[in-house]
């Protein structure tokens, strides 16, 4: 890690942080209520590590096989760091057990079935001693039904909830989506913001609503969000993936 790089993760940080606290400014909001979620595909631990310094504690991966490795390696760069993995990712059933080993929280359940399969996988990992407790878990909505991009669609979610809450090792904490490529990002976080309420007055533990990107967070600050998921404002364009 080079001075002139931790510089510049520094100065974008400060700038991120600008950004969330004049959107919650704009709406009447207190900047405490959203979560900043750094996520580091495709770049190296080094400057995961550097994002750790700078106060950040909770960071994302979309893919395991990158994941697994640097995760690892975060540990041994920064021992003891209070770090929360989230996994942002579309899932593979088959990579459940891999995830359970690290990942504090999933945002990306989307159907029954990885729902299941998250079940068993932390709770094989906590009688391996692998995690402390329950996984954590977000619900995929597709705003626009489109399966192609993953996400329950917004009529599936009381029954994937119901799931997750019947579970003996999930803890469902809310809602995440991303924006439909072309769609008017306030339209769709409108609808969003709506799906979450309703789940929410069912499920009143299920407070998370994560929404909002690099290019978006402004309008889904403005339609309630409470975590941001920001890569690019961060580390800037994607790098080569880590080993």
């Not at 190296?44 to 960071?59: F, I, Q, S």
């Not at 891999?98 to 996988?121: I, N, T």
Request: hydrophobic share 45%.
């Amino acid at each position: 890690m080079t001075a002139d790089r931790a510089a510049e993760i520094a100065a974008n940080l400060a700038e991120v942080r600008d950004r969330i606290t004049a959107a919650c400014a704009a709406v009447g909001r207190d900047p405490a209520e959203v979560r900043l979620l750094a996520v580091t595909k495709t770049f190296p631990a080094a400057d995961a590590a550097a994002l750790v310094d700078l106060g950040v504690l909770d960071l994302a991966e979309n893919r395991e096989q990158e994941a697994d490795p640097k995760t690892d390696e975060l540990a041994r760069l920064r021992p003891g760091a209070a770090v929360r993995w989230h996994m942002v990712g579309r899932l593979q059933r088959n990579k459940a057990r891999a995830v359970a080993r690290w990942a504090a929280e999933v945002q990306s359940v989307d159907s029954e079935r990885l729902a299941d399969a998250l079940d068993r996988a932390a709770a094989t990992a906590r009688a391996a001693g692998e995690r402390d407790g329950p996984l954590d878990v977000l619900l995929q909505a597709s705003i626009d039904g489109d399966p192609a991009r993953g996400g329950c669609p917004l009529d599936g979610l009381p029954a994937l909830a119901h799931r997750v809450i019947r579970s003996s090792d999930l803890r469902l904490r809310g809602i995440m989506a991303v924006a439909p490529r072309g769609a008017e990002p306030r339209a769709a976080f409108e609808r969003l913001a709506s799906a979450a309420v309703r789940l929410r007055a069912e499920h009143p533990s299920a407070a998370e609503l994560s929404c909002g990107m690099s290019n978006d967070l402004e309008e889904a600050i403005e339609y309630g969000s409470t975590c941001v998921r920001v890569g690019t404002a961060l580390l800037g364009g994607r790098g080569l993936a880590s080993p």
